[in-house]
C-alpha cells in the first residue's frame, strides 16, 4: 500500500471562509479538505489532512510525515515568514514537499516574500487560492514516478 500524502496547514487556516475574504476567498477549509481528498484518490492517493496553530504540534507532524507519507503539502501559514524550526524539520525530510498559499504571497506587504519553507521545497504555488491544493496533487503524482523523486526533470 503506498503511503498517503500529507496535507498540513499552519495557523488560522482554521477560520477560512470568515478570515479576510477579500484575500482568500470564501471556501472553508473542510470543503478544500474534501476536494483534496477526492482529486487525490482519482489519481490513486490516500491523504492525511490537519491543521493547526501551534507552531510545535506543525513541527511534529512534519516529523511524523518523515516516517508515514509518501510526501507533503503544506500551507505553514504566517508561520512560513518566520519558523526556523519548521525549516530544520523539513530539511530533514527525505521526501517532496509542495508549499502551498491561497494567496499570491509577491503582491502582498514585503514581510511575506520570505519563505523559510521554500529552501526545502521542492516546488511552490500560490495565488491561484483553493486550486493550488489540487496542482500540487497534481504535480505530486508526476514527481513520484520519477527515478529520484525530489530532482526536477531538468537536473
Ligand atoms: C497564507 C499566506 C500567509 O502569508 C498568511 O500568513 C496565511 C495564509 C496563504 O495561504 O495565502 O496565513 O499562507
Known amino acids: 500500500m503506498t503511503k498517503?500524502?500529507?496535507?498540513l496547514n499552519g495557523p488560522?487556516?482554521?477560520?477560512?471562509?470568515?478570515?479576510?475574504?477579500?484575500?482568500?476567498?470564501?471556501?472553508?477549509?473542510?470543503?478544500?479538505?474534501?476536494?483534496t481528498a477526492a482529486h487525490a484518490l482519482k489519481q490513486g492517493f490516500s491523504t492525511v489532512f490537519r491543521q493547526t496553530?501551534?507552531?510545535?504540534?506543525l513541527v511534529d507532524w512534519c516529523q511524523e510525515a518523515a516516517r508515514h507519507a509518501c510526501a507533503l503539502i503544506l500551507n505553514a501559514g504566517a508561520y512560513t515568514h518566520?519558523?526556523?524550526?519548521?525549516?530544520?524539520?523539513?530539511?530533514?525530510?527525505?521526501?517532496?514537499?509542495?508549499?502551498?498559499?491561497?494567496?499570491?504571497?509577491?503582491?502582498?506587504?514585503?514581510?511575506?516574500h520570505n519563505s523559510y519553507v521554500t529552501p526545502a521545497a521542492t516546488g511552490m504555488i500560490c495565488g491561484l487560492g483553493a486550486?493550488?491544493?489540487l496542482r500540487a496533487i497534481d504535480a505530486l503524482k508526476d514527481i513520484l514516478k520519477r527515478p529520484?523523486?525530489?530532482?526536477a526533470d531538468t537536473d
Open 82 to 112: 518566520t519558523s526556523i524550526a519548521l525549516l530544520d524539520a523539513l530539511l530533514a525530510l527525505d521526501i517532496p514537499i509542495i508549499e502551498v498559499h491561497l494567496s499570491n504571497l509577491y503582491k502582498r506587504e514585503s514581510f511575506r
Open 12 to 35: 488560522n487556516l482554521n477560520l477560512l471562509g470568515t478570515r479576510q475574504p477579500e484575500v482568500y476567498g470564501t471556501v472553508t477549509l473542510d470543503k478544500i479538505q474534501d476536494g
Open 131 to 133: 486550486q493550488g491544493y
Open 53 to 57: 496553530n501551534s507552531e510545535g504540534e
Open 148 to 151: 529520484t523523486p525530489n530532482k
Open 4 to 7: 498517503p500524502i500529507y496535507i
